[in-house]
């Protein structure tokens, strides 16, 4: 199973955290050798010297954030939908295409037809062929068992209220502070969340390290023709740079698994620092990201 991070950052204004919309994308996106800096305990696999987790800071703005309505899918959906229902004009009521009261049995051959293509006549009488584990029988839906037929309506003729009809179909929550539906996506309260953690951007910058696609060292030139002798020269990875008397400037490519984790690690203490200044943070201590982990 996947791991993601949930972030958001908060600065310090007059005293007491406050929540900003902006986001550092590297602290946000999927990238394993960054959650091991942020947290050693997470998905560290290379062994990284990373922060311990502290929790979430008990002066937390708050706990949900970033509220993502679903009132135009909703309401979309609601308006301009429909769904199939065996309408029974005699009653002026409709039941569920799949009420039991509506299942006929039928025959394997008249099923494996219904299954492979439905004529317009058949159309009007059955909605679906339905087949049941061993031992096995077949059915269709017959809306002629209630005197109906199935109609496409309008989800407005079929649902009194948006509420009805997503309780029905959708089943976003409700959310009373927002008086809307739809989902937080970060809710520091949810269940799956773990190792809570929040670092301030000095605490981030202790971190950030010089680093290069390529390391150098020096070896001597008796260890050279040993590599010669036992596997026929250097590494692919590796090429001489100098040589200098009896000693050979090495360069070598650094493991991607190391380089592109601090990497991206240093470009999210970048794009803290890019946030500090929009908003005229003065202090690194004054500016944080508080965050946690799903599984």
């Given at each position: 199973m996947g791991c993601d991070i949930h972030t958001i950052v908060e600065i310090?204004?007059?005293?007491?955290?406050?929540?900003?919309?902006?986001?550092?994308?590297?602290?946000n996106d999927r990238c394993y050798g960054v959650f091991s800096i942020l947290n050693r305990n997470v998905r560290n696999y290379n062994g990284r010297n990373g922060f311990e987790g502290n929790g979430i800071p008990a002066d937390i703005s708050g706990?949900?954030?970033?509220?993502?309505?679903?009132?135009?899918?909703?309401t979309g959906a609601y308006n301009n939908k429909t769904g199939f229902v065996c309408w029974i004009e005699e009653s002026q009521s409709f039941i569920s295409p799949y009420d039991e009261s509506l299942k006929s049995e039928i025959d394997f051959e008249l099923y494996e037809e219904l299954n492979s293509g439905m004529t317009k006549e058949q159309k009007t009488r059955y909605y679906m062929p339905l087949q049941t584990p061993y031992p096995q029988k077949y059915f269709v839906q017959d809306a002629s068992k209630v005197n109906g037929e199935f109609l496409e309506l309008p989800f407005t003729f079929l649902y009194k209220t948006i509420k009805d009809f997503n309780d029905a179909y959708y089943r976003f929550a409700w959310h009373e502070n927002e008086k809307d539906y739809g989902y937080y996506e970060v809710d520091f309260e949810e269940n799956d969340f773990h190792s809570h953690s929040h670092l301030t951007l000095a605490e981030l910058r202790t971190k950030v390290v010089d680093i290069s696609s390529n390391k150098s060292f020096t070896i001597s030139r008796d260890f050279i023709t040993y590599l010669e002798n036992e596997i026929g020269g250097l590494p692919d990875t590796m090429m001489v740079e100098d040589i200098k008397d009896d000693t050979v400037r090495i360069t070598f490519d650094v493991d991607p698994d190391?380089?592109?984790?601090?990497?991206?690690?240093?470009?999210g203490v970048a794009e803290l620092e890019q946030i500090k200044e929009k908003y005229n943070i003065e202090n690194d201590e004054n500016i944080r990201i508080v965050f946690a982990f799903d599984s």
């Open positions: 310090k204004q007059e005293g007491k955290w406050k929540y900003v919309p902006d986001l550092p994308d590297a602290f706990k949900k954030f970033r509220f993502v309505s679903q009132d135009d899918e909703l190391d380089f592109y984790p601090q990497e991206s690690y240093n470009n």
